[in-house]
């Protein structure tokens, strides 16, 4: 069975550092991974998809790459914001489903 | 719609009872899945549905749990004899299609007193 695994944690820094979050999956067999973000009480909201084909992608201030051979993914986070406290959760896409890691909670200190 | 909207956002019942989670998805949306998220753990997948089949349900804990979407659209999550152990927040997302980005909703926050 696929196992997610994010590291660290939590996760605290003060405003403007750049920071990686990091998650690594046992089986490289994935069809596309994505990271999400939630935010308390709140569902997950979509920030990057990665294709398993694909090494990385961008939007904004966010990076995230895929090595799918070594089973890793890291979301790098630059210029960090307050607003950028949550939850962050990576999942792999492989057989019909999402395998969740249990998430990196961040928070971002003015 | 806009986005996954899921109802009611809360609802609190007593053991043994019955309950119904309904999730409308984004118009459009051919998969369907739900999923369970209990307090610090990523969500756990339950169901996946295309179109109006289930395509997989490997993730349903047992027979006292069941989902339904008769027109491809509007899915029904329904729970009997609930059990305290039943207590998370029950999510479901949308996307085109398989492996497709998928949309959540907000979430119901099922506890079982």
């Known amino acids: 069975k696929q196992e997610v695994t994010q590291i660290p944690a939590a996760l605290s820094v003060p405003e403007g550092e750049n920071l990686v979050l990091n998650c690594s999956f046992t089986?490289?067999?994935?069809?596309?991974l994505q990271w999400f973000r939630q935010d308390p009480g709140k569902g997950l909201t979509s920030l990057l998809l990665?294709?398993?084909?694909?090494r990385e992608q961008t939007s904004g201030r966010l990076n995230a790459s895929l090595d799918k051979s070594s089973g890793r993914s890291t979301l790098y986070i630059a210029a960090s914001q307050p607003g950028d406290s949550a939850t962050y959760l990576c999942?792999?896409?492989?057989?019909?489903?999402?395998?969740f890691g249990t998430g990196t909670s961040l928070t971002v200190i003015p | 719609g806009a986005g996954v909207s899921q109802t009611p956002s809360n609802k609190v019942t007593e053991k043994g009872k019955y309950v119904e989670l309904r999730c409308d998805p984004i118009?459009?949306?051919?998969?369907l899945y739900w999923y369970r998220q209990s307090l610090g753990q990523g969500p756990e997948f339950l169901i996946y549905?295309?179109?109006?089949?289930?395509?997989?349900d490997s993730g349903l804990p047992n027979d006292r749990f069941f989902a339904v979407r008769p027109e491809g659209s509007v899915s029904t999550l329904k729970i009997q004899r609930t059990e305290r152990g039943d207590s998370a927040v029950y999510l479901c997302?949308?996307?085109?299609?398989?492996?497709?980005?998928?949309?959540f909703g907000d979430g119901t926050r099922l506890s079982i007193l």
């Open positions: 997302a949308s996307s085109e299609g398989r492996g497709q980005p998928q949309h």
């Open positions: 089986d490289s067999a994935i069809y596309n």
């Open positions: 990665i294709q398993s084909s694909q």
């Open positions: 999942a792999v896409y492989a057989g019909n489903q999402f395998y």
């Open positions: 118009s459009g949306h051919t998969a």
């Open positions: 549905f295309q179109g109006t089949g289930a395509a997989d």
